[in-house]
T-cell receptor
Framework: GAVVSQHPSRVICKSGTSVKIECRSLDFQATTMFWYRQFPKQSLMLMAT?????????EQGVEKDKFLINHASLTLSTLTVTSAHPEDSSFYICSAGASANTGELFFGEGSRLTVL | AQSVAQPEDQVNVAEGNPLTVKCTYS??????LFWYVQYPNRGLQFLLK??????LVKGSYGFEAEFNKSQTSFHLKKPSALVSDSALYFC?????????????FGKGTTLSVSS
């Protein structure tokens, strides 16, 4: 299957700092990428849909100023958690679709953010 | 509202026994259904999908799922469980949203296979 790479896999930061997470599609071009957040022992919550060359579409309840998403190319989307606080600590997972027809997604390995 | 439900938080089976992980859905139109597996601190791995055609879908690692339109279900099955199948399993359905389409996930079911 298609490969989606996510970096960093783990990051620890101080409260108030900003953290950037990168998501790359390695062997295919992804017009659309998705960012999910997963709390411990819970499901994935869709945060936003990232479209190459345009603004991201955020799900209800997700602060767009807190979670900045940029999709500058067909192979790279970034999520920046701005002014991070301990409650932002979570597992963030990106995904991209190789097939627009089926909706099947390929997932990155996830990034665990811990805000102290 | 469009949704997907996994009624069991945990499923326990003995190695060699058949397993079933349940999933029901609620969407408008024809459903696109998926199963993913997640190992600790990892991303999700695709197992199988139902788009159209045969109601019994075969996927990776010997898993299969049966689409039942009348019961709006898409249960994941395997004839003979392995200890290495122990993981967190997610059912997902494609939905249309303001951004186009996206996958929404059930809450997940932890499968524990004992030796």
């Amino acid at each position: 299957g298609a490969v989606v790479s996510q970096h960093p896999s783990r990051v620890i930061c101080k409260s108030g700092t900003s953290v950037k997470i990168e998501c790359r599609s390695l062997d295919f071009q992804a017009t659309t990428m998705f960012w999910y957040r997963q709390f411990p022992k819970q499901s994935l919550m869709l945060m936003a849909t990232s479209n190459e060359g345009s603004k991201a579409t955020y799900e209800q309840g997700v602060e767009k100023d807190k979670f900045l998403i940029n999709h500058a190319s067909l192979t790279l989307s970034t999520l920046t958690v701005t002014s991070a606080h301990p409650e932002d600590s979570s597992f963030y997972i990106c995904s991209a679709g190789a097939s627009a027809n089926t909706g099947e997604l390929f997932f990155g390995e996830g990034s665990r953010l811990t805000v102290l | 509202a469009q949704s997907v439900a996994q009624p069991e938080d945990q499923v326990n089976v003995a190695e060699g026994n058949p397993l079933t992980v349940k999933c029901t859905y609620s969407v408008s139109g024809n459903p696109y259904l998926f199963w993913y597996v997640q190992y600790p601190n990892r991303g999700l791995q695709f197992l199988l999908k139902y788009i159209t055609g045969d109601n019994l879908v075969k996927g990776s690692y010997g898993f299969e799922a049966e689409f039942n339109k009348s019961q709006t279900s898409f249960h994941l099955k395997k004839p003979s469980a392995l200890v290495s199948d122990s993981a967190l399993y997610f059912c997902a359905v494609r939905v249309r949203n303001q951004a186009g389409t996206a996958l929404i996930f059930g809450k997940g079911t932890t499968l524990s296979v004992s030796s």
